[in-house]
């Protein structure tokens, strides 16, 4: 049945696990494969963005589809015992996303938010942080949806 050797099997385990990396690296290395530089968990900031232009006051959050609740998505399943628990949790946790980013946004950063399950398309999410990177603060007035 199993014609791998103990040695290509642990080699091969070597590599899911190291492909089996946090979705935050996933993004900085997509970010890293632009060529762009940036900063990483800035402390001073609300909410210690994932990932930090400081020159272009720009910010992207990465945030895990279940524990943030990604509104729609499949991965935002809602558990099915303890749920007063559950909800209590996952409402702290978009009361605290939504005030993260509205202080972000007050102090003139804009932010880009990242949801893991977009990371199923890297070619989709190096798009779209080209598009918030090249949009332009003053330019159109526009902000970058977050959707
Ligand atoms: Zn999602």
Same mark, same amino acid.
């Given at each position: 049945?199993?014609?791998? #050797?103990? /040695?290509?099997?642990? *080699?091969?385990?070597? +590599?899911?696990? &190291?492909?089996?990396?946090?979705? /935050?690296?996933?993004?900085?290395?997509? !970010? $890293? =494969?632009?060529?762009?530089?940036? %900063?990483?968990?800035?402390? =001073?900031?609300?909410?210690?963005?994932? !990932?930090?232009?400081?020159?272009?006051?720009?910010?992207?959050?990465?945030?895990?589809?279940? *524990?943030?609740?990604?509104?729609?998505?499949?991965?935002?399943?809602?558990?099915?015992?303890?749920?007063?628990? *559950?909800?209590?949790?996952? /409402? %702290?946790?978009?009361? $605290?996303?939504? %005030?993260?980013?509205? /202080?972000?946004?007050?102090?003139?950063? &804009?932010?880009?938010? !990242?949801?893991?399950? &977009?990371?199923?398309? =890297? #070619?989709?999410?190096? &798009? +779209? !942080?080209?598009?918030?990177?090249?949009?332009?603060?003053? *330019?159109?007035? +526009?902000?970058? =949806?977050?959707?």
């Amino acid at each position: 049945m199993d014609s791998l #050797t103990p /040695e290509r099997r642990s *080699w091969l385990m070597s +590599r899911v696990r &190291q492909r089996d990396t946090g979705p /935050e690296r996933e993004v900085r290395r997509l !970010i $890293r =494969s632009l060529g762009l530089r940036y %900063r990483l968990n800035v402390t =001073s900031l609300p909410g210690k963005p994932d !990932i930090v232009f400081h020159g272009k006051r720009k910010a992207i959050l990465v945030h895990g589809c279940f *524990w943030h609740r990604h509104r729609g998505c499949r991965y935002a399943t809602r558990p099915k015992s303890r749920l007063d628990y *559950w909800d209590r949790k996952f /409402e %702290r946790n978009t009361a $605290r996303d939504r %005030r993260v980013l509205a /202080e972000l946004r007050k102090a003139g950063w &804009q932010t880009l938010v !990242i949801w893991t399950c &977009q990371l199923q398309s =890297s #070619t989709r999410v190096m &798009q +779209r !942080i080209v598009k918030f990177l090249a949009d332009d603060n003053n *330019w159109r007035g +526009r902000t970058t =949806s977050n959707s």
